[in-house]
Antibody
């Protein structure tokens, strides 16, 4: 069974940094692209970033470009999101999501349970 | 950026009835369109990809149709476990991958 378990969320002050992690299991991690998708409490879904199986292709939403960095460690079956210069509008549940392809394709299945990031002073 | 819209915002349906949800893209997304279901407190779940292909384990009462810019998700006979929010998403032109604002299906 595919499992994606996020960690690293919490309360952080505006302007500070946070690093999210996603532990993957139940599939061959380095056969698939991965993504982060977020959802502000009570709101809709917003794609944040995606990374190909070998980190050769990395893409970001404009709203986080230059502030967030996605990365992966295939040896440890892990996905990361380094979030710098955090803003109140970054407050959301952050989901780790598996792509159905090796390259970034954008078909998301499955999703982790999410980790909540709250940016507030 | 491709903007996705969904209608209606809320759909009130009784169990056993048919539910029809609409999704529109601001430009053609070819057949690169997916539907997700999200229940309160849970992560979204893939229902349909490539417009009409059901994901693994998704019941046959869920079906998708459409092409280009107009798409439909149909739940043929709504079950109690189907009350949820449904999102469409395009993966044709990116970045960014974009979602619609969602349609909430509730009990009439």
């Amino acid at each position: 069974e595919v499992q994606l378990v996020e960690s690293g969320g919490g309360l952080v002050q505006p302007g500070r940094s946070l690093r999210l992690s996603c532990a993957a299991s139940g599939f061959t991690f380095d056969d698939y692209a991965m993504h982060w998708v977020r959802q502000a409490p009570g709101k809709g879904l917003e794609w944040v970033s995606g990374i190909s199986w070998n980190s050769d292709r990395i893409v970001y939403a404009d709203s986080v470009k230059g502030r967030f960095t996605i990365s992966r460690d295939n040896a440890k079956n892990s996905l990361f999101l380094q979030m710098n210069s955090l803003r109140a509008e970054d407050t959301a549940f952050y989901y780790c999501v598996k792509d159905v392809a090796m390259i970034v394709g954008g078909c998301f299945d499955p999703w982790g349970q999410g980790t909540l990031v709250t940016v507030s002073s | 950026e491709i903007v996705m819209t969904q209608s209606p915002a809320t759909l009130s349906v009784s169990p056993g009835e048919r539910a029809t949800l609409s999704c529109r893209a601001s430009q053609s997304v070819s057949s690169n369109l997916a539907w997700f279901q999200q229940k309160p407190g849970l992560a979204p779940r893939l229902l349909i990809y490539a417009v009409s292909t059901r994901a693994t384990g998704i019941p046959a009462r869920f079906s998708g149709s459409g092409s280009g810019t107009e798409f439909t998700l149909t739940i043929s006979s709504l079950q109690s476990e189907d009350f949820a929010v449904y999102y469409c998403q395009q993966y044709n032109n990116w970045p960014p991958f974009t979602f619609g604002p969602g349609t909430k299906v509730d009990n009439k």
